[in-house]
């Protein structure tokens, strides 16, 4: 590959891994192939694969590779998230697979978004969701003691938990707020996203409510990939005359 001045060569490297992508489930060669193929050293191997992986193009198994996923916007099976009836679709067509669950001491920023008294305890769910080409979130999910007593054991890995939370309220989750930001996997989460430590990841804050104006659940969610996009629409106020 005769690469371009003035372009890093990872990104020249990534442009023409994409290039050559011809279907999902396709096996990349090895980083030590790649190597060989391109005359880079591996971290330049890597920093190009880590593109093509927060892009959805690939994905990594541990022990068995890294694979291709379905080209970005040609997948019919591609959500695009736009309202909590979504978020709650999303438990169906995925998988997830609980790490933690357990009663433990609130942080004080979740105690207060969940209307909870200085030094309480809730129920705290952790794990990883997963589609068909892999892990893309990582969630911590608070719940207050009388919702979480009721639901913790609950089988939950093929449903959402939101659903399970408005069947024990006997309502509907009507009103969420949402903080999107910009993170550094920490070293904890990247292991269970099959990805490098400090990769940069979406982290949201999420604080749902439910019919009564009463918040039912706080989570903290991680994303990989662009597999499963957001739509935010804005509007512009009346002007008052």
Known sequence: MNFRPGIPRYLQIAEALRRDLK???????SEHALCAKFRVSRPTVRQALDVLVQEGRLYRHAGRG????????NDRRLRVIGSIDDMMALGGETWFKPVGREMAPVPANIAQALRLPPGSSAYRVSGVRHADSGPFQHVTVWLPPAIGATIVDEDISNTSLLALIERHIGSQIKFLEQTVDAALAPRSVAELLQIRPRSPLLLFERIYFAATGEPVEYALTYQTGRRYPYRVGLSRSERRS
């Open 23 to 29: 279907g999902e489930g396709e096996r990349i060669p």
């Open 66 to 73: 890294t694979f291709a996923t379905a080209a970005a916007g």
